[in-house]
Structures are given as structure tokens and as C-alpha cells.
């Protein structure tokens, strides 16, 4: 009975399933923030990370949070340590758990061993049926803390642009179809401050792919969604500076992917400019 009582609870968030709990970084990145976690089981825990097994992870994800929690406040690399340590706690919670039986059936929403077993580390899923699997409800870490509050450490930089992939939602587009403004403001501000940090051209690309997408709107053909001149304010200052932003991105990157290029050009060239809608969310739920 309490089992069907948290599965029901858990389903009313299925909103939450594109929020920053499902984020997740190459394995390659996670070792190392995990490495300069410092952690007691420090390489555990890798090999928990790089393996993505549950067995793995549940033998050291309990003493890995405990660990965590108790950075010492009163550590002159405080901020550092306790960053690392954080992300990669989020890293090595899985994002989601898989059914215990056949989609369609009653074992597939029946919360197997594994899910029960992260439960009592506090870590909740729910079984999300269009997915077909049991969904993170709500990670341990608050990314939108590191990305907000540990900017000063690499750690909270790739909180910064995790989030910026993200279009700054916390799920599903649920602050409203214009995500292209959050990243503009927050991305703009974090170039004047880190211009040269080890995730600032990522940051940069999706600063470009923002502006472009307040271009390619007020471009774009009026439907039951979208009214194209209430974008038209600003809108040729920003393909301007998404013009801007993707030189200056290939001009460090000159091997980058095709698709960047064409956008560039699309802007250049193409009155529509390049019809891509990155951070815009036109069927948003409100």
C-alpha cells in the first residue's frame, strides 16, 4: 500500500521530466569532477560512474551524499571541494531505472528492488509510461544552486551550462514558450565574467543559437501559436549578435560541424534566416 501511495504521488510530476534532474555530462567529465571530489572511496565511485551500473552505484552512492554533506565549511577550497563533490553526486544518480516487466503490464509500473533500494537512500522515481521507464523525480543536488552560487569553480560552470541547455526551464517549458530571453540574459552576463573559462564557447554557441532563435521567430510564418510581429523589437540587433557570436565561435573552432556554418549562412543570406528554434517552446503547457 505505501509503495502505490509514492507511485501515485510521484506520477502528478511528470511535468519534471525535462528538468535539471535528467542532465547528465559525458562519463569522462563526471570522473574527474569525482576525482577532485576527494571522496574516502574516491575510485568506487569512478567506477561507478564510468560503469553505470546500479549495483555499483548503490554500494557507494549512501557513503558518497553522507560525504558530501559534511564538506567541511571551514576548508579554504570549500567552494571547490564541495562543487566537485556535488556534481558528481547528481552524475552518479541515474536519471532514470528500468521496469521490472514487458511494457503494458502490471510488472512494468511495480517498483522493482532497485527502485525501492534508491527510496531508502531517499532518492525517488516514478514510472513514466510514455518513456516506458521509472523517472528521477528530483536529484539530491540543486543544480540550479551550483550554477547560481559556485560560479567561481568549474563545477558550477557546468551546473551554468547544463542549465543553459536547458533554456533555464525547470521542466518542460513550464515558465512560459520564451526560452530564448532567460539564456541571452544569463549567458550574457556570464561571458562578461568568464570569458575564457573552460565552458564559455559552449556557452557562446548557445548564446548565438538563443539570439538566432529570436530572429528566426519574427521570421517565421503566423500560426495558432505564434505571432511573428510581436517578436519584431529587437529582433535585427539579435541576428546581428548571433551572427557575431557564431564567428567568433568557429574562429576557435574552425572544425566544427557543418550545421553551424549553414546557420551562419542562413542568417547572412537567407531573409528567414535559418528557421531553427532552439530555446522557443510555441505549445507550452501553461
Known amino acids: 500500500m505505501l509503495w502505490t501511495a509514492v507511485l501515485v504521488a510521484l506520477s502528478q510530476c511528470s511535468w519534471a521530466i525535462y528538468g535539471p534532474s535528467l542532465a547528465r555530462v559525458d562519463a569522462s567529465v563526471a570522473a574527474r569532477a569525482c576525482r577532485e571530489g576527494r571522496f574516502d572511496r574516491g575510485p568506487e565511485i569512478i567506477k561507478a560512474i564510468e560503469s553505470g551500473k546500479t549495483d555499483e552505484i548503490l554500494a557507494v552512492l549512501g557513503d558518497a551524499m553522507k560525504e558530501w554533506k559534511a564538506t567541511p565549511i571551514t576548508s579554504d577550497q570549500f567552494n571547490a571541494l564541495y562543487a566537485a563533490r556535488a556534481f558528481c553526486v547528481h552524475e552518479l544518480v541515474p536519471s532514470w531505472l528500468p521496469p521490472g ?79 530564448f530571453r532567460e539564456v541571452i540574459k544569463h549567458s550574457e552576463i556570464f561571458l562578461k565574467q568568464y570569458p575564457d573559462a573552460e565552458v564559455s564557447d559552449s556557452i557562446r554557441l548557445e548564446l548565438a543559437n538563443a539570439y538566432a532563435t529570436w530572429w528566426n521567430i519574427s521570421r517565421s510564418e503566423p500560426d495558432g501559436y505564434t505571432t511573428p510581429e510581436a517578436y519584431e523589437v529587437g529582433a535585427h540587433e539579435a541576428r546581428q549578435r548571433a551572427i557575431e557570436l557564431y564567428q567568433a565561435y568557429l574562429s576557435k573552432r574552425p572544425s566544427s560541424d557543418g550545421d553551424i556554418r549553414d546557420r551562419l549562412k542562413a542568417l547572412q543570406e537567407n531573409p528567414k534566416g535559418s528557421q531553427k528554434f532552439d530555446y522557443y517552446c510555441p505549445d507550452y503547457a501553461d
Not at 522493482?112 to 523525480?137: C, M, Q, S
Not at 568549474?154 to 526551464?169: D, H, N, P, V, Y
Open 101 to 179: 516487466g514487458p511494457v503494458g503490464t502490471p510488472d512494468a509500473w511495480r517498483p522493482t528492488e532497485v527502485v525501492k533500494k534508491f527510496h531508502d537512500l531517499g532518492i525517488e522515481y516514478f514510472y513514466y509510461d510514455p518513456d516506458a521507464n521509472w523517472t528521477l523525480r528530483e536529484d539530491p543536488v540543486d543544480i540550479n544552486l551550483l550554477a547560481k552560487d559556485f560560479l567561481d569553480t568549474e563545477w558550477g560552470r557546468q551546473a551554468f551550462l547544463m542549465m543553459t541547455q536547458l533554456g533555464w526551464s525547470q521542466g518542460g517549458c513550464n515558465e512560459g514558450p520564451d526560452q
